[in-house]
Protein backbone atom coordinates (compact mmCIF):
# COMPACT_ATOMS: atom_id res chain seq x y z
CA UNK A 1 0.00 0.00 0.00
CA UNK A 2 2.74 2.55 1.32
CA UNK A 3 4.19 1.70 -2.27
CA UNK A 4 1.58 2.34 -4.21
CA UNK A 5 0.80 5.55 -2.66
CA UNK A 6 4.54 6.81 -3.00
CA UNK A 7 3.85 6.46 -6.92
CA UNK A 8 0.57 7.43 -6.97
CA UNK A 9 2.19 10.56 -5.13
CA UNK A 10 4.93 10.79 -7.59
CA UNK A 11 2.87 10.31 -10.56
CA UNK A 12 0.35 13.53 -9.16
CA UNK A 13 4.17 15.56 -9.08
CA UNK A 14 4.56 14.91 -12.37
CA UNK A 15 1.69 15.36 -13.81
CA UNK A 16 1.30 18.79 -12.21
CA UNK A 17 4.37 19.99 -13.19
CA UNK A 18 3.65 18.95 -16.98
CA UNK A 19 1.12 21.26 -15.73
CA UNK A 20 2.00 23.92 -14.58
CA UNK A 21 5.16 24.11 -17.70
CA UNK A 22 2.32 23.82 -19.89
CA UNK A 23 -0.12 26.50 -17.93
CA UNK A 24 2.22 28.92 -16.61
CA UNK A 25 5.11 29.59 -19.89
CA UNK A 26 6.77 31.59 -17.26
CA UNK A 27 7.40 28.51 -15.31
CA UNK A 28 9.36 27.00 -18.41
CA UNK A 29 11.70 30.19 -18.93
CA UNK A 30 13.01 28.96 -14.85
CA UNK A 31 13.49 25.54 -16.00
CA UNK A 32 15.60 27.07 -19.20
CA UNK A 33 17.20 29.61 -17.03
CA UNK A 34 18.62 26.88 -14.40
CA UNK A 35 21.73 26.35 -16.39
CA UNK A 36 22.72 29.53 -17.18
CA UNK A 37 22.61 30.50 -13.50
CA UNK A 38 24.61 27.46 -13.10
CA UNK A 39 27.46 28.51 -15.45
CA UNK A 40 27.06 31.96 -13.87
CA UNK A 41 27.83 30.67 -10.71
CA UNK A 42 30.88 28.93 -11.62
CA UNK A 43 32.37 32.12 -12.57
CA UNK A 44 31.43 34.02 -9.46
CA UNK A 45 28.60 33.71 -7.00
CA UNK A 46 26.21 37.15 -7.48
CA UNK A 47 25.86 37.37 -3.51
CA UNK A 48 29.83 38.02 -3.89
CA UNK A 49 29.83 41.93 -2.61
CA UNK A 50 32.76 43.12 -4.70
CA UNK A 51 32.85 44.58 -8.33
CA UNK A 52 34.63 42.33 -10.36
CA UNK A 53 36.23 42.97 -13.94
CA UNK A 54 37.85 40.34 -16.62
CA UNK A 55 40.17 42.03 -19.29
CA UNK A 56 43.19 40.33 -21.24
CA UNK A 57 45.12 38.47 -18.65
CA UNK A 58 43.75 40.55 -15.54
CA UNK A 59 40.65 40.09 -13.05
CA UNK A 60 40.34 43.01 -10.72
CA UNK A 61 37.87 42.17 -8.19
CA UNK A 62 37.33 45.36 -6.09
CA UNK A 63 35.80 44.88 -2.63
CA UNK A 64 36.19 48.36 -1.02
CA UNK A 65 34.71 49.75 1.91
CA UNK A 66 32.01 46.35 1.63
CA UNK A 67 31.71 46.51 6.01
CA UNK A 68 33.63 43.08 5.55
CA UNK A 69 34.20 41.09 8.54
CA UNK A 70 35.72 38.53 6.37
CA UNK A 71 37.46 37.45 3.44
CA UNK A 72 34.47 37.08 0.87
CA UNK A 73 33.85 33.61 -0.38
CA UNK A 74 33.21 32.97 -4.16
CA UNK A 75 36.08 35.20 -5.22
CA UNK A 76 37.32 33.94 -8.69
CA UNK A 77 39.82 31.59 -9.00
CA UNK A 78 41.74 33.05 -11.99
CA UNK A 79 41.43 36.69 -9.90
CA UNK A 80 44.55 38.72 -10.42
CA UNK A 81 44.12 42.09 -8.77
CA UNK A 82 42.25 41.91 -5.19
CA UNK A 83 41.34 45.27 -3.77
CA UNK A 84 40.30 44.58 0.41
CA UNK A 85 41.14 48.09 1.98
CA UNK A 86 38.92 49.83 4.17
CA UNK A 87 36.87 47.13 5.41
CA UNK A 88 37.07 45.41 9.53
CA UNK A 89 38.78 42.00 9.02
CA UNK A 90 40.67 41.17 12.02
CA UNK A 91 42.80 37.97 10.85
CA UNK A 92 44.02 36.46 8.26
CA UNK A 93 45.56 32.79 8.11
CA UNK A 94 47.45 30.67 5.45
CA UNK A 95 43.75 29.51 4.44
CA UNK A 96 42.71 32.61 3.33
CA UNK A 97 44.43 33.03 0.51
CA UNK A 98 45.39 30.07 -0.53
CA UNK A 99 43.09 28.89 -3.49
CA UNK A 100 43.55 32.30 -4.97
CA UNK A 101 46.92 30.99 -6.91
CA UNK A 102 46.37 33.68 -9.76
CA UNK A 103 46.78 36.67 -7.14
CA UNK A 104 49.42 38.86 -8.66
CA UNK A 105 48.38 41.57 -5.85
CA UNK A 106 46.93 42.23 -3.19
CA UNK A 107 45.61 45.67 -1.78
CA UNK A 108 44.33 45.08 1.79
CA UNK A 109 45.23 48.61 3.17
CA UNK A 110 43.24 50.34 6.51
CA UNK A 111 41.36 47.87 7.84
CA UNK A 112 39.50 49.79 10.53
CA UNK A 113 40.27 47.17 13.29
CA UNK A 114 43.76 45.75 14.12
CA UNK A 115 44.79 43.37 11.66
CA UNK A 116 46.66 39.78 12.89
CA UNK A 117 48.58 37.93 9.99
CA UNK A 118 49.65 34.70 10.84
CA UNK A 119 53.09 33.80 9.02
CA UNK A 120 52.95 31.76 5.91
CA UNK A 121 49.34 33.52 5.40
CA UNK A 122 50.52 34.84 1.60
CA UNK A 123 53.18 31.71 0.94
CA UNK A 124 51.04 29.75 -1.62
CA UNK A 125 50.87 33.13 -3.66
CA UNK A 126 53.50 32.12 -5.52
CA UNK A 127 52.68 34.94 -8.74
CA UNK A 128 52.36 37.49 -5.97
CA UNK A 129 54.10 40.91 -6.87
CA UNK A 130 52.54 43.46 -4.61
CA UNK A 131 51.34 43.30 -1.24
CA UNK A 132 49.95 46.70 0.48
CA UNK A 133 49.26 46.42 3.75
CA UNK A 134 49.64 50.15 5.20
CA UNK A 135 47.50 51.26 8.34
CA UNK A 136 46.44 48.30 9.93
CA UNK A 137 48.21 48.54 13.70
CA UNK A 138 50.54 45.62 12.41
CA UNK A 139 53.22 45.23 15.24
CA UNK A 140 55.82 42.91 12.85
CA UNK A 141 56.46 42.15 9.28
CA UNK A 142 54.55 38.81 8.13
CA UNK A 143 57.12 36.06 7.81
CA UNK A 144 56.98 33.89 5.11
CA UNK A 145 56.12 35.84 2.62
CA UNK A 146 56.40 34.55 -1.69
CA UNK A 147 59.85 34.95 -3.27
CA UNK A 148 58.27 36.41 -5.85
CA UNK A 149 57.22 39.68 -4.41
CA UNK A 150 58.65 43.07 -5.58
CA UNK A 151 56.61 45.44 -3.49
CA UNK A 152 55.82 45.54 -0.31
CA UNK A 153 54.37 48.82 1.41
CA UNK A 154 53.63 48.48 5.35
CA UNK A 155 53.58 52.26 5.83
CA UNK A 156 51.46 53.74 8.92
CA UNK A 157 51.61 50.56 11.06
CA UNK A 158 53.09 49.68 14.72
CA UNK A 159 56.77 48.41 13.09
CA UNK A 160 59.64 50.13 14.79
CA UNK A 161 62.24 47.65 14.77
CA UNK A 162 63.52 45.83 11.82
CA UNK A 163 66.16 42.73 11.40
CA UNK A 164 67.28 41.43 8.55
CA UNK A 165 66.07 38.14 9.25
CA UNK A 166 62.22 40.09 8.62
CA UNK A 167 63.23 39.94 4.90
CA UNK A 168 65.13 36.64 4.54
CA UNK A 169 62.95 35.54 2.11
CA UNK A 170 62.49 38.84 0.04
CA UNK A 171 65.44 38.73 -2.29
CA UNK A 172 63.15 39.89 -5.60
CA UNK A 173 61.90 42.82 -3.55
CA UNK A 174 62.42 46.65 -5.89
CA UNK A 175 60.24 48.80 -3.69
CA UNK A 176 59.80 48.72 0.17
CA UNK A 177 57.37 51.11 1.88
CA UNK A 178 57.98 51.53 5.88
CA UNK A 179 57.09 55.16 6.64
CA UNK A 180 55.18 56.73 9.32
CA UNK A 181 55.47 53.77 11.33
CA UNK A 182 56.63 55.90 13.94
CA UNK A 183 55.78 59.53 14.01
CA UNK A 184 53.72 62.10 15.78
CA UNK A 185 50.44 61.12 14.90
CA UNK A 186 51.61 57.64 15.33
CA UNK A 187 54.07 57.50 17.92
CA UNK A 188 55.97 54.69 19.28
CA UNK A 189 57.74 56.13 21.80
CA UNK A 190 61.29 55.23 21.10
CA UNK A 191 63.86 55.58 18.51
CA UNK A 192 63.16 53.27 15.38
CA UNK A 193 65.54 50.50 15.06
CA UNK A 194 67.19 49.01 12.30
CA UNK A 195 69.56 46.47 12.39
CA UNK A 196 72.87 47.07 10.69
CA UNK A 197 72.51 44.09 8.45
CA UNK A 198 69.06 44.19 7.40
CA UNK A 199 68.71 45.41 3.38
CA UNK A 200 71.91 43.98 3.04
CA UNK A 201 70.06 40.59 1.02
CA UNK A 202 68.14 43.07 -0.87
CA UNK A 203 69.89 43.22 -3.78
CA UNK A 204 67.23 44.69 -6.32
CA UNK A 205 66.17 47.18 -3.97
CA UNK A 206 65.48 50.66 -5.84
CA UNK A 207 62.88 52.44 -3.44
CA UNK A 208 63.24 52.85 0.23
CA UNK A 209 61.04 54.48 2.35
CA UNK A 210 61.53 55.12 5.71
CA UNK A 211 60.15 58.74 5.62
CA UNK A 212 58.98 59.52 9.33
CA UNK A 213 60.06 57.12 11.50
CA UNK A 214 61.91 59.01 14.54
CA UNK A 215 65.29 57.84 13.01
CA UNK A 216 68.87 58.77 14.64
CA UNK A 217 70.95 57.25 12.06
CA UNK A 218 70.54 55.76 9.25
CA UNK A 219 71.95 52.35 8.78
CA UNK A 220 75.19 51.70 7.15
CA UNK A 221 74.64 49.55 4.79
CA UNK A 222 71.67 50.82 3.00
C1 LIG B 1 38.44 34.01 -15.68
O1 LIG B 1 37.56 32.90 -15.63
C2 LIG B 1 36.27 33.15 -16.21
C3 LIG B 1 35.41 31.93 -15.95
O2 LIG B 1 36.05 30.76 -16.32
C4 LIG B 1 36.44 33.48 -17.70
O3 LIG B 1 35.18 33.78 -18.24
C5 LIG B 1 37.37 34.68 -17.83
O4 LIG B 1 37.62 34.94 -19.20
C6 LIG B 1 38.69 34.40 -17.13
N1 LIG B 1 39.49 35.61 -17.23
C7 LIG B 1 40.81 35.60 -17.46
C8 LIG B 1 41.45 36.93 -17.64
O5 LIG B 1 41.46 34.57 -17.46
C1 LIG C 1 56.11 34.91 12.96
O1 LIG C 1 57.41 34.39 13.04
C2 LIG C 1 58.31 35.21 13.80
C3 LIG C 1 59.71 34.62 13.67
O2 LIG C 1 59.70 33.26 13.89
C4 LIG C 1 57.81 35.26 15.25
O3 LIG C 1 58.66 36.11 16.02
C5 LIG C 1 56.38 35.83 15.25
O4 LIG C 1 55.86 35.83 16.57
C6 LIG C 1 55.47 35.03 14.34
N1 LIG C 1 54.20 35.74 14.21
C7 LIG C 1 53.01 35.17 14.44
C8 LIG C 1 51.81 36.01 14.22
O5 LIG C 1 52.89 34.01 14.81
C1 LIG D 1 47.53 44.32 -11.14
O1 LIG D 1 48.65 44.00 -10.36
C2 LIG D 1 49.88 44.12 -11.05
C3 LIG D 1 50.97 43.64 -10.11
O2 LIG D 1 51.06 44.43 -8.97
C4 LIG D 1 50.08 45.57 -11.47
O3 LIG D 1 51.29 45.72 -12.19
C5 LIG D 1 48.89 46.00 -12.33
O4 LIG D 1 49.02 47.39 -12.62
C6 LIG D 1 47.59 45.77 -11.61
N1 LIG D 1 46.48 46.04 -12.50
C7 LIG D 1 45.42 46.76 -12.14
C8 LIG D 1 44.36 46.93 -13.17
O5 LIG D 1 45.31 47.25 -11.02
C1 LIG E 1 53.09 56.01 22.64
O1 LIG E 1 52.50 56.89 23.58
C2 LIG E 1 51.18 57.32 23.27
C3 LIG E 1 50.78 58.39 24.27
O2 LIG E 1 51.06 57.96 25.56
C4 LIG E 1 50.25 56.11 23.27
O3 LIG E 1 48.95 56.51 22.92
C5 LIG E 1 50.77 55.09 22.23
O4 LIG E 1 49.98 53.91 22.29
C6 LIG E 1 52.23 54.74 22.53
N1 LIG E 1 52.71 53.90 21.43
C7 LIG E 1 53.23 52.67 21.60
C8 LIG E 1 53.63 51.93 20.36
O5 LIG E 1 53.40 52.19 22.71
C1 LIG F 1 61.29 59.19 19.10
O1 LIG F 1 62.30 58.57 19.88
C2 LIG F 1 62.55 59.18 21.15
C3 LIG F 1 63.70 58.42 21.79
O2 LIG F 1 64.81 58.47 20.95
C4 LIG F 1 61.27 59.09 21.97
O3 LIG F 1 61.50 59.75 23.22
C5 LIG F 1 60.13 59.76 21.24
O4 LIG F 1 58.93 59.59 21.95
C6 LIG F 1 59.95 59.13 19.86
N1 LIG F 1 58.96 59.86 19.09
C7 LIG F 1 57.76 59.37 18.76
C8 LIG F 1 56.91 60.27 17.92
O5 LIG F 1 57.36 58.26 19.09
Not at 31 to 38: C, D, K, Q
Not at 183 to 194: A, G, M
Request: include cysteine.
Amino acid sequence: GYVVSLLVFYGTCLILNLCLIFMFPPYTDTLFFIPLTLMDRAWFPKTLPCDVKSSEGTVTVDCTDRRLTEVPRGIPGNATNLTLSINHIPHIYPTTFNHLESLEEIDFRCNCVPLKIENGSFAALTSLRSLYLDANQLAEIPRGLPATLSLLSLEANSIFSIQEASFSELGNIEALYLGQNCYYRNPCNVSFEIEKTAFLGLKKLTILSLKSDNLTQIPPTV
